[in-house]
Antibody
Framework: QVQLQQSGPGLVKPSQTLSLTCAIS??????????WNWIRQSPSRGLEWLGR?????????DYAVFVKSRITINPDTSKNQFSLQLNSVTPEDTAMYYC????????????WGQGTLVTVSS | QSVLTQQPSASGTPGQGVTISCSGS????????VYWYQQFPGTAPKLLIY???QRPSGVPDRFSGSKSGTSASLAISGLRSEDEADYYC???????????FGGGTKLTVL
């Protein structure tokens, strides 16, 4: 069964870049039916979809409007993983970050990674 | 403020049924599939219902989903203590070109 394993630092300083990686098992980041998503959760803002990357003959990205100017999601085909970069972070970016797989027109956000608590603080 | 609106809490006694609602608009629930997730404290959300009323393998048939217009519902019958969790709805929003979630409903089994 598909598994997602997240990695990355749990503490980021304000104005710096948050970077997380999600390694994929039993599926391919290059799949033509899957999308690879980042979602975060905080007590104040609830669950928020941040964006996704997916391959349909070529690579595509979709980003949430509220982070579009600060976010990059990249696939890494050599390591079968994808990454999240969020620039210019502030304390409001403090949240639990999850990666999750979607399958177009079918099962969305299954499975999820284990989550990474990222705190933005000096 | 979440785009999809859920009641903050719901409760029931073992064996009873409970319904959790999710209200949206024509750009999300009104025109797209609805998904439901179950989350226990300290764990990642887990897919419970997809495409409005489909259950992934392993999800008991006590859980069912429905949609009417711009609202959706998750019904749980025969409540069990292990159903006590947070429940979230989600849908694609055509206007935002992104996924939106409800604020979550905390289910208490009395």
């Amino acid at each position: 069964q598909v598994q997602l394993q997240q990695s990355g630092p749990g503490l980021v300083k304000p104005s710096q870049t948050l970077s997380l990686t999600c390694a994929i098992s039993e599926d391919s980041v290059s799949s033509n039916t899957a999308s690879w998503n980042w979602i975060r959760q905080s007590p104040s803002r609830g669950l928020e979809w941040l964006g996704r990357t997916y391959h349909r003959s070529k690579w595509y990205n979709d980003y949430a409007v509220f982070v579009k100017s600060r976010i990059t999601i990249n696939p890494d085909t050599s390591k079968n993983q994808f990454s999240l970069q969020l620039n210019s972070v502030t304390p409001e970016d403090t949240a639990m970050y999850y990666c999750a797989r979607g399958v177009a027109g079918a099962v969305e956000f299954d499975p999820w990674g284990q989550g990474t608590l990222v705190t933005v603080s000096s | 403020q979440s785009v999809l609106t859920q009641q903050p809490s719901a409760s029931g006694t073992p064996g009873q049924g409970v319904t959790i609602s999710c209200s949206g608009s024509s750009s999300n629930i009104g025109s797209n599939f609805v998904y439901w997730y179950q989350q226990f404290p300290g764990t990642a959300p887990k897919l419970l219902i997809y495409r409005i009323n489909q259950r992934p393998s392993g999800v008991p048939d006590r859980f069912s989903g429905s949609k009417s217009g711009t609202s959706a519902s998750l019904a749980i019958s025969g409540l069990r203590s292990e159903d006590e969790a947070d429940y979230y709805c989600a849908a694609w929003d055509d206007s935002l070109s992104g996924w939106v979630f409800g604020g979550g409903t905390k289910l208490t089994v009395l």
